[in-house]
Nanobody, 125 residues
Framework: VQLQASGGGLVQAGGSLRLSCAAS????????VGWFRQAPGKEREFVAA????????YYADSVKGRFAISRDNVKNTVYLQMNSLRPEDTAVYYC???????????????????WGQGTQVTVSS
């Protein structure tokens, strides 16, 4: 499966953005999809993930209550709605997918086999 992330941009603190991760491949609906981010000089970190059915999702504590992950398996797209953005959310955001990831590995980037290119999110204060 190939992934294409989009939707990044420049926004003021308190604003919102919606990222999209569009995938190719008929089996995308069977994949768990995660969002990760990497800020300059920092390690990549987990943001959110959603299971294949869309019924179960996971969030980093730092974004819980502000971000929402969802998916449309007809459109082969996963979304990350980001609200109440803060300057510390500034990073390159990546989507990743894997068909066999287990719960204990869902927050670990190296557990995902497929990655999209990043999309830059910049939040100004």
């Amino acid at each position: 499966v190939q992934l294409q992330a989009s939707g990044g941009g420049l926004v003021q603190a308190g604003g919102s953005l919606r990222l999209s991760c569009a995938a190719s491949g008929r089996t995308f609906r069977t994949y768990t999809v995660g969002w990760f981010r990497q800020a300059p000089g920092k390690e990549r970190e987990f943001v959110a993930a959603i299971r294949s059915s869309g019924g179960v999702s996971y969030y980093a504590d730092s974004v819980k209550g502000r971000f929402a992950i969802s998916r449309d398996n007809v459109k082969n797209t996963v979304y990350l709605q980001m609200n109440s953005l803060r300057p510390e959310d500034t990073a390159v955001y990546y989507c990743a997918a894997d068909s066999q990831i287990i719960l204990s590995s869902i927050r670990i980037g190296t557990s995902y086999d497929h990655w999209g290119q990043g999309t830059q999110v910049t939040v100004s204060s």
